[in-house]
């Protein structure tokens, strides 16, 4: 899949939110994140770089997104969701939490029945700053595939240092977190992955998780998605072990 060639793009239909729009922090003609993901629709990531990137502005952000409310409106599409996500990790922005808080205070101010999400791999998330930042989004989601450090670098392929017990102790508290887990056939759905993943999220405690699996063109060639029957099965079994509500999206 190509990478978003603008800061606002949609709408998309979402198996999680139905209408959205999405809003991309990042360069449009290069993917940035602290991870490289095997299964990411918008490719391989390239090597980290210390290149000075376009980054939009939060005032840049509004305006795009409130022209493309007003097209889908003219459409006939009525928007209640939009997520911000893009070309990689958005907190990546360097002044993603003054973008995050001009962003929210026009939607409070104009749109208050929309609802902003933000999707992060949450290499930042021990950043008190960051943290508060993205605490401003009614959902604020981090991803977490796996608790067992093989499979976490396998799957994910971080470019930075991190590891799961890493992510878990700064996720750990944070009473507004959703979880997003991708699970791939042979990866990470075992019985002993699947303890593991749920005593992280044991101790995480999570308000949510949302979990899914492969639906579109991956990174690596070859990935198997979970069947959808397994997959609704690990969200009730998780929900009724650990009492936090999981959605299965597939």
């Not at 949510?208 to 063109?217: D, F, G, S, W």
């Not at 959808?228 to 690990?234: G, R, S, V």
Request: include cysteine.
């Amino acid at each position: 899949m190509e990478l978003e060639s603008s800061c606002v793009y949609g709408p998309v239909w979402t198996r999680r939110f139905g209408w959205d729009l999405g809003v991309n922090l990042l360069p449009q003609d290069h993917k940035l994140c602290t991870f490289d993901c095997i299964y990411c629709q918008y490719g391989f990531t390239p090597p980290l770089r210390n290149d000075k990137f376009p980054f939009p502005s939060g005032s840049e952000i509004v305006n795009q997104w409130c022209k493309a409310l007003q097209l889908s409106s003219a459409r006939g599409i009525l928007i209640r969701h939009t997520t911000f996500s893009g070309n990689g990790e958005p907190t990546m922005h360097p002044q993603f939490p003054e973008v995050a808080r001009e962003v929210v205070k026009w939607r409070d101010r104009y749109l208050p029945e929309v609802t902003l999400a933000v999707f992060s791999n949450g290499y930042r998330v021990h950043d008190p700053e960051i943290r508060q930042a993205m605490s401003l989004f009614d959902e604020p989601v981090v991803k977490f595939d796996s608790a067992v450090p093989q499979t976490f670098r396998r799957m994910n392929q971080p470019l930075i240092r991190i590891t799961p017990d890493a992510l878990v102790n700064a996720l750990r508290g944070w009473n507004r977190v959703m979880i997003q887990t991708m699970f791939i056939h042979g990866w990470n759905d075992s019985l002993e992955e699947l303890e593991l993943w749920r005593r992280a999220l044991k101790e995480i405690r999570p308000r949510e998780v949302q979990i899914y699996t492969i639906t579109r063109l991956p990174a690596k060639a070859g990935l198997i998605p979970v069947q959808k029957q397994k997959l609704e099965q690990i969200a009730e079994e998780t929900t009724r072990l650990l009492g936090i509500p999981v959605r299965a999206y597939s």
